[in-house]
């Protein structure tokens, strides 16, 4: 596999439930990223890694908890949702952290909430 | 601090006519600059990124984007659209000073191809 891969494409869940999201590269990259994207809002940067460590959180509630085991591997624990929180989550990865730094983005995860 | 703004939410244009797809940027040091484009149901997929080595940058697909310093431009174009070509683009900067490992995206453009 290439690229940046994320699983599942689609989740249901209800606000009392807890999934997980998994996203994982193949491009070598160090830097791994997720983001928000609704409907009618720019796309929202949540939280940042880089070699394994969390370096951003944008204020992000605590009913999503990343965790990054590896440089290759990122996942978003979720738990106790909104329905506010029905969006696309999209993971992407990049070489480093510099604003030079393109990202290489997955095809996100379609989140909805009951 | 960085941003870029997109101009026009919704393009429609002809199959084989020109296409531009405005942004303009704020940046407090030179930038580096982003055109990404998202299918329908597919995340977003680098187009073309300028680091100041030329002003004119080509890209994939056939688009190409013009640095333009005098007026904060950034400017993408496509000489003739396909329907293939329809999708969500969105203009993008790198960060600087504490929000240097971020990319600040703008609002994006939808892009409609008519037959």
């Known amino acids: 596999e290439t690229g940046v891969t994320q699983t599942p494409r689609h989740l249901v869940m209800g606000m009392t439930n807890k999934k997980s999201l998994k996203c994982e590269q193949h491009?070598?990259?160090?830097?791994m990223y997720w983001y928000k994207q609704s409907a009618k809002k720019p796309l929202e940067l949540m939280f940042v890694?880089?070699?394994?460590?969390?370096?951003e959180n944008n204020s992000v509630p605590s009913r999503f908890s990343p965790e990054c085991p590896n440089s290759s591997h990122l996942f978003l624990h979720l738990h106790t949702l909104q329905p506010e929180d029905s969006a696309l989550y999209l993971c992407?990865?990049?070489?480093?952290?510099?604003?030079?730094?393109?990202?290489?983005f997955g095809d996100g995860t379609r989140l909805s909430i009951l | 601090a960085q941003s870029v703004t997109q101009l026009g939410s919704h393009v429609s244009v002809s199959e084989g006519a020109l296409v531009l797809l405005r942004c303009n940027y704020s940046?407090?040091?030179?930038?580096?600059l982003f055109w990404y484009a998202q299918y329908p149901n597919q995340g977003l997929q680098l187009l073309l990124k300028?680091?100041?080595?030329?002003?004119l940058v080509k890209g994939i697909n056939g688009f190409e984007a013009e640095f333009k310093k005098s007026e904060t431009s950034f400017h993408l174009t496509k000489p003739s659209a396909h329907m293939s070509d329809a999708a969500e683009y969105f203009c993008?900067?790198?960060?600087?000073?504490?929000?240097?490992?971020?990319?600040?995206f703008g609002s994006g453009t939808r892009l409609s191809i008519r037959p």
């Open positions: 993008a900067v790198g960060g600087s000073g504490s929000s240097a490992s971020k990319i600040i």
């Open positions: 992407a990865s990049s070489q480093g952290t510099g604003p030079d730094q393109p990202q290489h």
């Open positions: 890694y880089n070699f394994k460590e969390q370096t």
């Open positions: 940046s407090s040091v030179p930038p580096y």
């Open positions: 491009l070598g990259h160090n830097a």
């Open positions: 300028y680091t100041s080595a030329a002003t």
